[in-house]
């Protein structure tokens, strides 16, 4: 069964979808990344893969993400710490829900998607599982047009946001976060050509026991490739198995 839901975090509506078989279900919290969107790239084959294993899955688009169904805000006021509020938001309407078992919670994030998960330092949060994400962010090339309190950074999809991404960055250090994500699986694809492996193995050393690192053979950073994604799948659910 498949739910349209909505929220509000900071004023802004926030939509997304509960896919569940059964009342009392322990949930699974899918974060899309940067310029991502909950009905696209891997998240409905997760969703429903996570639906079929016996867990309900909530997905959403962040603020000023989605096209079927976009969420309020502007994609340009972009930053971490906003997503991770979108992110609390989500939880804080989870634990709203009684068809829900809220004591049992996971949360699977892939690239900036990952961050949120790891920036969030979330206790709700029983097992956490991170994609292609980076412990930090490459500046991308500016236009020299200035543009009120700053410049516009440019997105190789042609996507925008303001400096302010990068200011609000510099409040976290994901090697000093994953600490606290715990018990935490890391996936990364080999051939993932935006985020290099290095960036997993350096989670990987700095996150706490218990802890799994799964480098994916053939798989780029969308795990485009259904194989790959599969075997990603495959490892994501036995993880929950273990730890929720």
């Known amino acids: 069964m498949v739910e349209q839901v909505s929220f509000l975090s900071d004023g802004l509506?926030?939509?997304?979808?509960?896919?569940?078989?059964?009342?009392?279900?322990?949930?699974?919290?899918?974060?899309?990344?940067?310029?991502?969107?909950?009905?696209?790239?891997?998240w409905p084959a997760i969703s429903s893969r996570m639906e079929s294993e016996g867990y309900a899955c909530l997905k959403f688009n962040f603020r000023g993400c989605g096209e079927k169904e976009r969420s309020e805000g502007r994609f340009e006021?972009?930053?971490?710490?906003?997503?991770?509020?979108?992110?609390?938001t989500a939880l804080d309407y989870l634990e709203g829900r009684k068809d829900v078992y809220t004591d049992r919670?996971?949360?699977?994030?892939?690239?900036?998607?990952?961050?949120?998960?790891?920036g969030s330092q979330d206790e709700r949060i029983n097992a956490t599982v991170v994609m292609a994400s980076p412990?930090?962010?490459?500046?991308?090339?500016?236009?020299?047009?200035?543009?009120?309190?700053?410049?516009?950074?440019?997105?190789?999809?042609?996507?925008?946001?303001?400096?302010?991404?990068?200011?609000?960055?510099?409040?976290?250090?994901?090697?000093?976060?994953?600490r606290n994500a715990s018990?935490?699986?890391?996936?990364?694809?080999?051939?993932?050509?935006i985020v290099p492996v290095e960036h997993a193995r350096t989670l990987y050393a700095?996150?706490?026991?218990?802890?799994?690192?799964?480098?994916?053979?053939?798989?780029?950073?969308?795990?485009?490739?259904?194989?790959?994604?599969g075997g990603a799948m495959d490892l994501i659910v036995d993880w929950f198995d273990d730890y929720l």
């Open 13 to 42: 509506e926030i939509k997304g979808d509960l896919r569940r078989r059964r009342e009392g279900a322990p949930c699974v919290v899918a974060l899309h990344g940067l310029t991502g969107d909950k009905d696209k790239g891997m």
């Open 183 to 193: 018990p935490v699986l890391i996936i990364q694809g080999d051939s993932d050509g």
């Open 77 to 88: 006021d972009t930053t971490l710490s906003a997503r991770i509020e979108d992110f609390r």
């Open 135 to 178: 412990y930090k962010i490459p500046r991308y090339d500016r236009p020299r047009r200035p543009v009120k309190k700053g410049e516009y950074y440019v997105l190789p999809s042609g996507e925008k946001f303001k400096q302010k991404f990068y200011i609000d960055l510099k409040n976290y250090d994901m090697r000093k976060y994953i």
């Open 105 to 118: 919670i996971g949360v699977v994030g892939a690239s900036l998607g990952g961050m949120v998960a790891m």
């Open 206 to 229: 700095s996150a706490s026991e218990p802890k799994r690192l799964e480098i994916i053979e053939n798989a780029d950073h969308a795990f485009s490739n259904s194989e790959p994604l």
